[in-house]
Each structure stands twice: as C-alpha cells, then as structure tokens.
C-alpha cells in the first residue's frame, strides 16, 4: 500500500511569489490534514480536509490556503511569500475515526529567498 | 502558554537505560494522547496512544497519563542507539466539532553507546 505523496519535495521561491503544494493520501484515506514545521515553533496545524470540506484551520493568515478533490488528493497554496514561511509542510491523511492516528508524507521543503 | 509543552533536549541517556519524555498540556478537556517519534530528516512516525489514566505498555514504551496532573510521559526501557530521535507528544483537542492534533516542540533524545 502506497504511502502519503507530496510534491514537489524541494523548492525554492522569492519573496512575494506564491507557491501551490500536493499531498495524495493513502489510498482508502479520506481525511488530509497539513502542518508547518519549523525548528522554533515545531508542528503547527494548518487545516484539515475531509470529503472536499474544511473541517479545521489553524492560526495562520489568509495567505494560506487550501483545498481537496474529490479523489482525497488536496492541495496547499500560500501566496504573497514571506520569509518567515521558510519551512517544511507535511500533508498527513487518516483513515479511521480516531483521530491523533495520522500518516505523514516525506513533506515538501520551501525555502523563501 | 503553548498548548502542549515538552522539554526541548537534548536528553542524553547510556545504551540499556531508561529515558523518560514528559508532556504537559493546558486544555482539560483533551482526551486522547499520542506520542510520534521523529527521525533526523524523516517525517513523524506514531509509536503510542493513551487514553485513560493509567499506564500503557507497548514492547519497551510505556505511556503514562494523569488527567488531574495534565501530564503525559513516555517511558523507553532498555533504550538503544536507533532510539535516538526527537519524540513528539500531541494532544487532541475538540474544534467546531471536529478533532485536530496540536503538538509539542518535540524532545530530543540521544541514546550513546
């Protein structure tokens, strides 16, 4: 069984560009959640998916955003780059009621220059 | 106050001892625990979850929980060098109706031959 995919997993973007991530789940999981990892602030919860519909959000601005398809696969945007949102974003789906039981993918790492 | 708070590390513990991660949390209202280990350069792996007060054992980890405390550990018997990771304690917590998982900055321990 395939693990949670994450694309790109490296990139690199100028201030005030804006950047789109993917994350395609473990087959069967309809439930994506994403986080943003730094060394100082650790995982922070950026939003969860489920069935196409935000179900949570973090405390983040505006400029990040995102969305799921139909097919569980969902994506990130953050626009207007900052610096500070130099980072690595892990995408972590679920399959089970439980929540807390999550897979993460390998992350995609943005580096703001 | 953040959430959910650990000490950062490094512990540093001899091959065969004990290592013992502590959590605290600030909501009362959480009611399940987890605890992930993650490697160097690697995505966050879930080892453990506790939900009653108590103790859980699992091979060499146990997970301890006190709900009047708001404190959770993690115990790691006979702890060898492929321990060594940064362990991750997250806290479920109830919004909107929906579970999201808040985690803390992580602990890092070092476990030397």
């Known amino acids: 069984k395939a693990g949670v995919t994450q694309t790109p997993r490296y990139l690199i973007k100028t201030r005030g560009q804006q950047v789109t991530l993917s994350c395609s789940p473990i087959s069967g999981h309809r439930s994506v959640s994403w986080y943003q990892q730094t060394p100082g602030q650790g995982l922070q919860f950026l939003f969860e998916?489920?069935?196409?519909?935000?179900?949570n959000k973090g405390n983040f601005p505006g400029r990040f955003s995102g969305r799921q398809f139909s097919n569980s696969r969902s994506e990130m945007n953050v626009s207007t780059l900052e610096l500070g949102d130099s980072a690595l974003y892990l995408c972590a789906s679920s399959g089970t009621s439980q929540a807390g039981e999550l897979f993460f993918g390998e992350g995609s790492r943005l580096t703001v220059l | 106050q953040k959430e959910v708070e650990q000490n950062s590390g490094p512990l540093s513990v001899p091959e065969g001892a004990i290592a013992s991660l502590n959590c605290t949390y600030s909501?009362?209202?959480?009611?399940?625990f987890f605890w992930y280990r993650q490697y160097s350069g690697k995505s966050p792996e879930l080892i453990m979850f506790i939900y009653s007060n108590g103790d859980k054992e699992d091979g060499r980890f146990t997970a301890q929980l006190n709900k009047a405390s708001q404190y959770v550990s993690l115990l790691i018997r006979d702890s060898q060098p492929s321990d060594s990771a940064t362990y991750l304690c997250?806290?479920?917590?109830?919004?909107?109706?929906?579970?999201?998982?808040?985690f803390g900055a992580g602990t890092r321990l070092a476990v030397h031959p």
């Open positions: 998916y489920f069935s196409e519909t935000q179900r």
């Open positions: 997250a806290v479920n917590r109830v919004s909107g109706g929906y579970n999201k998982l808040i």
């Open positions: 909501d009362r209202g959480s009611q399940s």
